[in-house]
């Protein structure tokens, strides 16, 4: 075997493994090195774009995974021990090829999926999105496989990208971190609306992160920073909801079970009415 001019014998096991030695050590500095460039170009051509990350890590990542495929492939068909076996194994390989190219439809899917969620931008890295209400949490890669999301309890929830390009996502902060956060109580249909709708204004503009996102014609009109509505009213008891801009999604949660117990305990404290259900007894006629 001739590497830049000289001839490397590959006859026996210590100078088959230092050729893979060479080969991927110049696979890993071609790959560090277009990394590199590529990196450099995109931070200074796309320094105020939002999907930077989402780009640079996908980039990272094909670049990683291409190079290290053209590695194995030239240790493949350049060393004459590997040749021969993957010559014997490809000159019948008509059910193999057939088995491969099945297994690698999944592969194949996902890779495309990935490409496609880094050109179209469904979410990016560092977005906080919900696919339903078990999978929820921020993005934190993006690999040619899988997207991976950081749970609110600091574990990591790996959806292939196939799968996850196909889901309907609430994107939380994919144009910016203003969300309208829906916070419902009930009261019983005995109580008094407008103290458990002054309680809870009150209580909500104690709120951290809490913003007013009035435009100047609602706040000439007298439009409520807090909005607060009767949605149902049922045999014993009523849904209010309280509509609350906040500018932190993150903390969404977080906010709505301290307005939740701030609320209760002051409708305790004064009085309010709280719903209890109602259960009639009939008891049958002794005959």
Known sequence: MDVFGYHYPLDSVISILGYCL????????????????????????????LYRITRLKFIKNSIKFFAGLAAFMVLVFTIPAFRNKATLIFSGAGILAAIIGFAAQAAVSNLIAGLFIVIFKPFRVGDYIRLDTTRVGIVEDITLRHTVINNFENKRLIIPNSIISTESIL?????????????????????????????????????????????????????????????????????????????????????????????????????VQLPVPRHIIQKDSLT
């Open 22 to 49: 060479l080969v991927i050590l110049i696979a890993w500095l071609i790959s560090r090195l277009a990394r590199y460039l590529l990196v450099s170009y995109i931070k200074r051509n796309n320094r105020e774009d």
């Open 171 to 271: 994107n939380h902060t994919i144009q910016d971190s203003y969300i309208l956060s829906f916070n419902n109580f009930h009261v019983s249909h005995l109580a008094d609306i407008d103290l458990a709708k002054t309680i809870i204004k009150e209580e909500a503009l104690k709120l951290e992160f809490i913003i007013d996102n009035r435009t100047p014609d609602e706040v000439l009109s007298d439009k409520e920073f807090v909005e607060i509505r009767v949605i149902e009213i049922e045999d014993y008891r009523m849904l209010l909801r309280a509509y609350i801009w906040i500018n932190e999604p993150f903390n969404e949660f977080k906010l709505q079970c301290t307005l939740r117990e701030a609320v209760h305990k002051r409708f305790l404290k004064e009085g």
